[in-house]
Each structure stands twice: as C-alpha cells, then as structure tokens.
C-alpha cells in the first residue's frame, strides 16, 4: 500500500503570485506540509492590465517552496476582447505544456474564471491516468450570466453550458467554495458528482509599514475587484447623498473593468473630497489601510442568481481583519455575518448605502469595537486558514490513488 500522506501535485490555475489571488498561499502551505507542489499557470497580468515586467516570456521558477511554470498568454485589460484572448491564450498554451510536464500523484484544479482553463488540469489526469479534483469558486456559465456578459439561453450560453457541464463531468472530486453550489450541479448541470464544501481560504493581511491614519472620524474601505459583480459604483455613489459636515471618507482599493465608470461617478458628483481610489496596492499596503478602518465593505451580487450565494474570499478575510462589516450579500453570505454579529446590512442601493454609513459614523466606538471583535471570534473558530487548509488536506489525500 502506497503512503498517502506524501502528494506529488500538480496544481493548475491561470493566476499565480505575485497577482493578488490566495491560491499561492494554498500552494505554499501544502508545500509546508510536506507535499511536493508544481503550479501550472499564466504570465502575471490579472489586476495589472499588463503583463508584468521580468516575466515578458514563458518561465519556470521556485517561489517559497513551489515550482511555478508559466506559460504564454495574453494580457487582460479592461476590453472584452482582451478578456477573451487571455482567457482563450492560456487554455491553448498551457493544454500545450502538460505533455511535458512530470509525473505527478493527483491534479488539483483551482478554478476561478474561466472554466476553461481546467481543460490543461484534464488532459494530463487522461493521459497519466491519475486523479483530477477541482475546486469551484466561480460558477460557469452561471457568472457570466450574472455579470451580464451573456444572456441566458443565447446561443453563448449555450456553448458554455456545454463546455462547463463536459469540464466539470470529468473531475473526480468537486470542491464548492458554498454549500449552495451542489444543488446547481445537480439540478441545473445535471451532473451527480462527488461533491463536498471547503471554503476558500483567507488571505491574513500582513502589514508592511505604520497604519494609515485618517483625518476623517468615519473611514469606510473596499479593497478587492472593481468588477460588475461587486456593484462597488453604488458604494460610491452612496456618498453624495452625505452632508458635506458629516466626516465619512471611502477609500476603494483595486482595480477593474468598472474602475473608469467609478473614476466618472466621482467626477459627475464632486466626490473627489470624499472617495479616494487607491488602485491596486500589494496585501501588505491593505492591511495598512484596513488597520485603522471604521468598516470594511463586502459586496456580491444580490439577486436570485446562485452566483450570489458564492462564499468569498473577501468575505472571510474581511471577518478575520476584525472589523465591523457593511455588506451586500445574498442568504448564504448572510447568514455567516448574522452569526459573527458584526455587520450592517444593506441592499446594493446607493441611497441604502448612504444610510448604513450615517448609521456606522453615529455608533458608539465601544459598539464597533464589539462587532469587530465578534467577527473575529467568529472567523477563529470557522474560516481560520489553517482549518480550511487541513480540510482541503484530507480532500486531497483520500483522492490519491494507492
């Protein structure tokens, strides 16, 4: 009987460090754990709109452990195009690289979008005849849909329904990020897959420098994708219903296809004294935001789309920075702020919004401090990375062939 408890993986995801995505912090600490990592990935690009400078070719190289490979893809900005020819380069230039990779125990897929960027994670599981689990946190084609991208029952979504459902049917083992996607699988995919839940891990902000500090009393922070998904817009908006004597400030961290639309949204409203759009900062610059921050904003789709039922990174990692949360969340996402009992609630509304950021600047500090430390507790006992990543462990390991 073969040892289990050591894995050869291969881990294939189109994002990798230094782009601001948590599956590097998953590899590493499998690396910790003894697991021998390989990670199958892109050109950094994602969040940059760019490739980044060093990596201007296809390399291999060794980060904290890992052996990174990456392939050629196209750089993502915020055309349509551009995002269909990133998504498109890498499903084609990493589906080339498999064939000469090295013997690996399992294939572990981090799916985020596109779905199609799993094809390279099946082809070498076909091929080396080894084990393919796949961890979903992003539903296809459902986000498209939800992010408007494409309309339901279109002759696109169709075409993606059927590469999603083909994907997806050949993974061993399914890892939803929510309890609420197995119900799509089954009843919308038609597919009766092995399928358990493991959250997504959280990142834990490091801080690099001093905290900011605010000369305004009321200071709200969004750090994360400005995308269609998020409805960050009316977060902003939100603030010209304020009077011009009330000290709230928003400051937006990020970047995204709805970063101009933001950018215009300030201008059209005068709200350059009251938003501040930072950019894309590293994670140790948020934590320097984060550390002195009155709220943290956590936003998803709120409608009756699955799609708002993702469980987020964000979310969890918003729990654990211990402050008090202004969210607007669909049930699932609900009903974990409702038990932390640290969050404000609010339909993604700009006049709604404005209300919650009156009512946060009107609260006591001891109340904030309550809530922030109940969220706290909250993400110790549930979310703490090293609970999900011990889950996703044992996940692994009982898909490895002996």
């Known amino acids: 009987m073969c040892d289990n408890s050591y894995m050869r993986i291969l881990l294939v995801c189109q994002y990798y460090s230094p782009e601001p995505i948590s599956v590097s912090r998953i590899a590493e600490d499998l690396v910790k754990r ?23 070719k296809p390399i291999t190289e060794e980060i904290n452990g890992v052996h990174v490979v990456r392939v050629k893809l196209k750089p993502r900005t915020n055309s349509k195009k551009s995002l269909i020819a990133n998504y498109l380069s890498f499903w084609r230039y990493a589906k080339r690289k498999v064939n000469h990779l090295g013997r690996f125990d399992l294939v572990y897929g981090i799916q985020l979008s596109p779905v199609i960027s799993m094809a390279p994670a099946i082809k070498y599981a076909k091929k080396r005849h080894v084990p393919f689990v796949l961890s979903c946190y992003d539903l296809w084609p459902e986000s498209p849909v939800a992010s408007g991208y494409i309309k339901q029952n279109s002759l696109a979504y169709k075409i993606l329904y059927r590469w999603s459902r ?17 119900p799509y699988f089954k009843d919308v995919l038609k597919l009766d897959k092995n399928i358990s ?18 000369e305004t009393k009321t200071n709200i922070v969004y750090a994360g994708n400005l995308g269609k998904l998020q409805r960050v817009d009316q977060f902003v908006e939100a ?127 001891n109340n904030l401090i309550k809530m922030g430390e109940d969220n706290l507790a909250y993400y110790k006992i549930h979310f703490e990375f090293s609970k999900v990543m011990d889950s996703l462990e044992r996940e692994l390991k009982s898909c490895k062939k002996e």
């Open 197 to 214: 839940t493991v959250y997504q891990p959280p990142v834990e902000l490091e801080q690099a420098d001093a905290p900011k500090s605010y």
């Open 239 to 365: 603030m010209k219903f304020l009077q011009p004597e009330e000290s709230i400030h928003l400051w937006v961290l990020g970047s995204g296809v709805e970063g101009k639309r933001i950018e215009e949204i300030v201008e059209k409203y005068h709200l350059q004294d009251r938003v501040s759009l930072i950019g894309l900062v590293s994670q140790q610059e948020v934590a320097n935001y984060v550390a002195n921050a009155t709220a943290l904003v956590v936003s998803l789709p709120f409608s009756d789309s699955v799609v708002s039922e993702t469980i987020p990174s964000k979310l969890v990692t918003s729990l654990g920075c211990g402050k008090p949360i202004i969210a607007a969340v669909g049930e699932s996402n609900k009903k974990i702020l409702m038990a932390a009992k640290g969050s404000y609630f609010t339909n993604p509304d700009s006049k709604n919004i404005g209300d919650v950021y009156r009512k946060i600047a009107q609260e006591s500090k």
């Open 34 to 56: 003894g697991h021998e990592v390989t990670v199958l990935t892109g050109l950094p690009n994602y969040g940059f709109g760019r490739i980044l400078e060093g990596y201007e």
């Open 166 to 182: 083909k994907i997806y049917a050949k993974a061993d083992k399914i890892l939803t990020s929510s309890p609420a996607f197995e």
